[in-house]
């Protein structure tokens, strides 16, 4: 995807990612609620301008590679082809999962693992996943029709949602197991409850 953007565009998502990585990183040093917008600056190399440029806030930085996936996933969505809406959404997934996979450091892991289990961040994690899930069900909805096609766009995109946030929740518990491998068990099991 990255090879479809300009220069331009490049640079911009390299300098979100390195505030994005400076903030997870100091967060893991020193606890999320002891990092400022200047210290993630400083240790990006970035101007606090350049921070507002790109972010409104420090909650938003942490989870910048958060909604740069779930951006990464709707886009997948949209190109599958007409299909059952679960296959359509957790194919699009596994396919982000494995490449995503196959470039996580396991230091970011344990980095995460400190910030998601800070109870002050809860809020933003919440927001950004209910955001995501709303777009989701529109999308979904799109691919019903029908009557009842807001409603059970809702109900598949929450399902969706709740399957990969349990994946990502009990692989950043125990980081020796596969991520991509944990979400089709989890998919799977959702699926067969349907």
Known sequence: MEENLGLRERK?????????????????????DNVTIDAITEAAGVSRRTFTNYFANKEEVFYYRDAYRMKRLCESIRRQPSDDPWTVLTTAATELLDEASAETDMSWVTERRRLYQDPNHLAHQIAAYTAIERELAAEIAERFGGADAELRGRVFAAAFMTALRTSVQFWIDHPETSLPETFRKVATLVSVSR
């Open 12 to 32: 911009k998502m390299a300098t979100r990612m390195a505030l994005h990585e400076a903030a997870i990183r100091l967060a893991a040093e020193r606890g999320a």
